[in-house]
């Protein structure tokens, strides 16, 4: 008699366990196009590159082309072209000297920009030259402040500077600064031009935003 009711207990725990898991395996199952509302929803895929990899999420940034400075290391090379092909640092007055094309300005000049004017230059040697230029070393990028202010010099861009940040570094003016006749002398390409910069108009708002560029020199009146 024992043995017969421990056989039936068991029989009913078997079944009992037999329909839950099947309930919780059509429980777990992704809903078809017929599934009733409620019904659980397959998770959303997760994007993936070509190369199969997940993709990243993360925003581009992109910023203006490296403007080439005095005391830079420049990585030319000319294809097929030994002579030609050269580690050189830009000099004080910003130019470099390469063989057959002489001096070429680079301060200024984005890479880009430079392979351009040697392209140009080589043409009259080569009829289709291939030029590469790399810049390999930097020098920290400063700007430079004279005239009627506290604290007159040379000081460091870090980021993104207003002249009017520019010149509160520089310890803000003197009792007789003549705030509205600053320049901003800059080189470039085709040699120094200045820029007039109203500090009255500036912190009023009124016209265009003025940035410091690396090179400039700030003169105070």
């Known amino acids: 008699m024992k043995t017969s009711t421990i056989a039936r207990l068991s029989l009913v725990i078997l079944l009992s366990t037999s329909v839950t898991g099947a309930q919780a ?73 390469l063989p057959l094309v002489g001096d070429v300005r680079a301060e200024g000049r984005t890479s880009a920009e430079l392979r351009d004017t040697l392209v140009e230059s080589l043409k009259e040697y080569n009829n289709n030259p291939v030029v590469t230029v790399i810049v390999v070393e930097t020098v920290p990028p400063v700007f430079y402040v004279m005239g009627e202010v506290n604290a007159p010099g040379t000081l460091p861009i870090k980021g993104q500077i207003s002249a009017v940040q520019a010149l509160a570094m520089a310890g803000g003016f003197k009792d007789f600064a003549k705030k509205k006749d600053i320049i901003i002398q800059r080189k470039g390409p085709a040699g120094v031009t200045t820029v007039p910069f109203n500090y009255n108009d500036a912190i009023k708002g009124k016209g265009p935003m003025v940035y410091v560029q690396p090179g400039d020199t700030i003169i105070v009146p």
Request: hydrophobic letters at 30%; a positive charge; glycine letters at 10%.
């Open 25 to 97: 395996q059509t429980a777990s199952r992704p809903a078809g196009p017929g599934s009733s509302p409620g019904a659980a929803s397959p998770a959303e895929p997760t994007p993936v590159g070509s190369s199969g990899t997940v993709a990243p999420r993360t925003a581009t940034s992109t910023s203006a082309d490296y403007r080439i400075v005095a005391g830079d290391k420049l990585n030319i090379q000319v294809y097929k072209d030994t002579q030609l092909s050269q580690l050189l640092q830009v000099r004080p007055d910003g130019k470099i000297t």
